[in-house]
């Protein structure tokens, strides 16, 4: 019965969908999540382009959560809300899992660079083929976002596709992922501005959004975050409360547009950003 429901779901799904995304994907996409739902053994990897993706995009369909990232971005739309944002030319895509959201980003925004870091290695590879299309406009690090640059470790209990975790490594030579805190990753971009944050980085919020985000705060334009649990909720919001902002939210996802510092007019708020990111940089 519970299988029978997920089946009637993905097909209100496609009939909701199918004008926006395409009939053909909507078809397609539905026949592999209901083949997920009865174990019916499809070939390992499926390629496909979905109409918001310029080129096709690699979807691993054994052992890994890549359709259920597919669907959540080319099928439910979880980054619509952002597609209307102006003059973006930097993203930084924090916890790009195989480049899906980072490909969305390229296509919705033609003029930009997407900076992608990912810390799983398997994950990162899948990513480097289904970013390799958009040449020098992508660019991959192997690697997590931290308070400080350091080497963590992948968390063995949370790995699960696209909900890998790093931690703090318990071995005295240092962990197996090397990590950067948020100047050095605006510094990598040579941008003195990021257009658009996209963070999914499973409570590695807690670490990034501490007393030192309000040093490189100032550098960034827009927020696309999802927050695991009340704990990360509140310090990223402490982290912006010297800020003004629009605020939005999404499904799961948490947009915050606009930001610039509290006591500063709207207009001159481009100004105050590159002064911002400047002071990070130099």
Known sequence: MRRLKRVYLYLVTLIESWDVIGLLFAINWALHCIGHIFRIPWPGVWRVRPRQALYPLTV????????????????????????????????????????????????????????????DK?????CRANLRPYGERAV???????????????????????????????DPNGGSIQAWDMITLIEKTGSPCIDLLKIDIERAELAVFGIAAKEWLPGVRNICIELHGDDCRKVFFDALSDFDYDLDHYDEL????????????????????????DSITS
Do not use: M
């Not at 398997?122 to 899948?126: P, Y």
């Not at 350091?150 to 063995?156: A, E, R, S, V, Y």
């Open 60 to 119: 691993r369909l054994q052992g890994s959560s890549d359709l259920n990232v597919l669907s959540a971005i080319y099928v439910l739309q979880e980054y619509k809300r952002v597609r209307n944002l102006r003059d973006v030319t930097t993203v930084v895509d924090l916890g790009a899992n195989v480049g899906f959201s980072s490909a969305f980003f390229l296509s919705s925004f033609p003029n930009s660079r997407v900076f992608a870091v990912e810390p």
């Open 122 to 126: 398997n994950n990162f590879e899948v």
């Open 140 to 170: 991959l690090l192997h690697g997590a976002v931290w308070s400080e640059c350091t080497t963590l470790d992948l968390d063995p209990r949370e790995n699960r596709g696209w909900a890998t975790k790093v931690v703090k490594s318990a």
């Open 254 to 277: 948490t947009i915050c547009r606009n930001i610039f510092p509290k006591g500063s007019s709207a207009s001159s708020h481009g100004a105050l950003a590159v002064k911002g990111c």
